[in-house]
């Protein structure tokens, strides 16, 4: 049985532009390291940001379920999970659906 999501959680992790991109280049390349995340947004995004700020980003994206952590070594991997967003469009957004007048 899926884990329910916390509503709340999921949309405001995905209400800040910047956590949008992060989620963006996990989709593209899943399981990236801080360092790699960082570089991409500075190198291809033009996005200035401490890696401290970025590593809060990541925390409230883990903490809504929408990212997932594997660690190797001494090296923290991140890692897309879908299900949140997923449940939440499946249970939330479905209801303002516009239906089809006959």
């Given amino acids: 049985m899926p884990q329910i999501v916390d ?3 999921v ?3 995905l209400a800040d532009p910047i956590r ?3 989620l963006d280049l996990l989709l593209d390349r899943n399981g990236q390291s801080l360092f790699d995340i960082c570089g991409q947004l500075s190198e291809n995004h033009n996005v200035s940001l ?3 700020a970025i590593s809060k980003h990541l ?3 883990e903490a809504a379920g ?3 952590v594997q660690w190797h070594g001494r090296t923290k991997f991140h890692f897309l999970d879908p299900a949140p967003i997923r449940q939440v469009g499946e249970c939330w957004f479905k209801k303002f659906e516009i ?3 006959k």
Avoid: G, H, T, Y
Wanted: zero cysteines; proline letters at 0%; a positive charge.
């Fill in 7 to 9: 509503v709340d959680l």
């Fill in 11 to 13: 949309l405001r992790a």
């Fill in 20 to 22: 949008r991109l992060i």
């Fill in 50 to 52: 401490s890696r401290q």
């Fill in 59 to 61: 925390n409230v994206l």
């Fill in 66 to 68: 929408i990212v997932a």
């Fill in 99 to 101: 239906q089809d007048s």
